[in-house]
């Protein structure tokens, strides 16, 4: 891998800003993000990725690799939590391995956000409608989830797959993206233009300032989870690695775009920490917040802004 590609991605302000709010965390700075604020702030980045990606997705015609695209991305999303269930099932229960494998299977908004900066940094760009991939693969991953918990696990469940489908797709941040990536899609160019310094010149300042939260919620999160040993924390950095380093390869099939193939490779290895959760709580109430989150945010989501990504981009260059 090029050690600059490394470099440059490791001094990036906002990577530097995720590392500030872990330090702030670990020597109990009474810094800190209001709550309102960084709601605000995710919103924010949920509606600029989706909003600049029904525009571009405007501005093309759908073609086969679009289609074929799409189709990839719900049938990772489907294949993923699967696979990770079995693994994670010889030393979690039931619920607990659900719900962490339904999160490697979803994806994470902020992850794909941090990937658009990093490629705009190395000057590639990638296509409109992977926004419209990433919007798509929230909910398969949660309803393969709930059918392995019904098939595995036989304790007495008030739920169905559908409830819990119509839950995810409803879901505050599956809600913002998919909407901002339809008004964009249909709003008029010219009228867009109006918008675009609030979707795209202040992107990076917001995002710096929402990935310094992150860094003091991982850190703060991160203490709950050593309990569950060594096992948990390394599926947590090698299935991921796994999925994004396979699909880097994989996506080659699908497209030549170095840039699609980077998104596709950090939507396969991303672990979801907003849907996922908010989903878990109504169908898995026996499994514990206290792992399949600080799975997703203290171990999968560092590893992929700091070694994931150039990583992923240096397989999307040479295969």
């Not at 992150?214 to 948990?232: C, H, P, S």
């Amino acid at each position: 891998m090029d050690i600059q590609v490394l470099i440059s991605n490791l001094t990036n302000p906002t990577l530097l800003f995720f590392l500030l709010g872990i330090m702030a965390t670990l020597v109990k700075s009474d810094l800190q993000i209001p709550e309102s604020s960084s709601k605000f702030i995710s919103l924010y980045l949920l509606f600029a990725i989706g909003f600049k990606g029904g525009q571009e997705l405007s501005h093309s015609t759908f073609t086969a690799e679009i289609g074929y695209s799409l189709l990839f991305g719900l049938a990772m999303s489907a294949l993923i939590p699967i696979y990770s269930f079995f693994i994670l099932k010889r030393k979690l229960s039931v619920s607990d391995s659900c719900a962490v494998a339904a999160a490697f299977g979803s994806v994470s908004a902020v992850t794909f956000v941090a990937a658009s900066s990093y490629l705009e940094a190395q000057n590639v760009t990638f296509g409109g409608h992977m926004v419209a991939v990433m919007a798509l693969m929230e909910a398969p991953a949660i309803i393969i989830a709930v059918i392995l918990m019904d098939r595995y696990d036989d304790s007495d469940r008030d739920r169905t797959i559908w409830s819990i489908a119509r839950h995810s797709l409803t879901n505050g941040s599956v809600l913002m993206v998919i909407g901002s990536l339809i008004i964009g899609l249909v709003a008029d160019s010219k009228q867009a233009e109006g918008i675009k310094p609030f979707t795209t010149d202040i992107f990076k300042g917001f995002l710096a300032i929402f990935l310094l939260d992150m860094g003091m919620i991982t850190a703060r999160r991160f203490g709950a989870f050593r309990r569950y040993g060594w096992f948990v924390t390394g599926m947590a950095i090698l299935i991921p690695a796994f999925n994004g380093c396979f699909v880097a390869f994989a996506s080659g099939y699908i497209t030549s775009d170095v840039g699609n193939r980077t998104i596709f490779a950090v939507l396969a290895a991303s672990a979801s920490y907003i849907a996922v959760p908010a989903a878990m709580r109504l169908a898995a109430p026996k499994a514990d917040p206290g792992l399949y989150i600080p799975v997703a945010l203290g171990v999968t989501f560092p590893f992929n802004i700091t070694i994931g990504l150039p990583l992923y981009y240096y397989l999307a260059r040479i295969f």
